[in-house]
């Protein structure tokens, strides 16, 4: 995968499928004619932490500055010791948005930022949470599953849609 664009951090990895077709793939939704007609443009996402073990309280976070970054790495990275560094992220391009599933009773919960995309006057987080119900044993251990992405900056709101 790829790094992210200045930001020097081997951690932070670009996604690839859907998101990798990044900001030259342009979609028209609707059957035209009438105005209802809405152009998406899908931002290239990030990976910046995909975890089992998130501090976070809040179920999702927009982050557009550093000190508010410097927060929620703080609150994200607090259950394991020694904390990760927290990685630099230039929010003058950039910003960070996070999912936080909370407690779960096993590692075999998921949840995971599948595409982020700018209309008009909004930008649009989808995410989902799986559950792994597979032939595989899960152990009784509680685990706290997290998604953290960066995106290209956006001044528009921030809306988050669960797919499941």
């Known amino acids: 995968m790829q790094s992210l664009p200045s ?7 670009r996604r690839s499928a859907g998101a990798a077709l990044g900001l030259a793939l342009l979609f028209t939704l609707g059957c035209g004619g009438g105005g209802d007609d809405v152009t998406i443009v899908v931002l290239p996402v990030y990976t910046v932490d995909h975890s089992n073990l998130s501090g976070v309280v809040e179920p999702v976070a927009v982050v557009r500055d550093d000190a508010s970054w410097a927060a929620l790495w703080d609150e994200h990275a607090r259950l394991v010791q020694p904390p990760a560094p927290r990685p630099a992220v230039d929010f003058r391009q950039y910003m960070v ?12 919960y ?19 949470q799986t559950y792994q119900k597979s032939n595989e044993i899960c152990a009784a251990i509680t685990t706290y599953p997290s998604d953290i992405v960066a995106v ?10 669960a797919l499941n």
């Open 152 to 161: 290209p900056r956006q001044v528009t709101d921030v809306v988050f849609v």
């Open 97 to 108: 948005i996070g999912v936080f599933a909370g407690a779960r009773p096993t590692p075999c």
């Open 110 to 128: 998921d949840i995971t930022i599948s595409r982020v995309y700018q209309e008009p006057a909004r930008t649009v987080v989808e995410y989902y």
């Open 7 to 13: 930001i020097p951090s081997k951690s932070i990895r």
